[in-house]
């Protein structure tokens, strides 16, 4: 498996189980402005960061994590919000909830490592 195979892994299921669960949400206008704005999200960052992964420049590969990293903290948003207004249960949430934070840890960890450190 080449070097970040495995995060691109994660970050495509993480776009599926997004998809799920905003299919469970409910037909409202709250359910349905929560969906688009997780739809959006939620799913950008799998291809933003197929797009770092073939980044031109380092410049361009540090403007492409950072929107990851940008996307899945609007996420956690978006999660939180969901959770707190109890349109959908926390068993549904909490895992996907966890991955997106684990999601950010790591890219936020590469971003620091892709710089030299504490940068």
């Known amino acids: 498996m080449a070097k970040g195979d495995d995060i691109q892994d994660r970050l495509i299921n993480f776009s599926v189980e997004i998809i799920k669960l905003c299919e469970k949400l409910p037909d409202t206008p709250a359910g349905k ?21 073939g980044a031109e420049s380092k410049r361009d590969f540090f403007h492409k994590l950072g929107v990851v990293l940008k996307e899945l903290n609007e996420s956690v948003i978006w999660l939180e919000v969901t959770k707190r207004s109890s349109l959908l249960s926390a068993q549904i949430i909490l895992p996907i909830l966890d991955e997106c934070g684990q999601l950010s840890k790591i890219i936020s960890s590469s971003i620091s490592t892709a710089r030299g450190g504490n940068k």
């Open 33 to 53: 402005h929560i969906a688009n704005q997780l739809l959006r999200s939620g799913t950008s960052p799998a291809p933003n960061y197929g797009e770092a992964r």
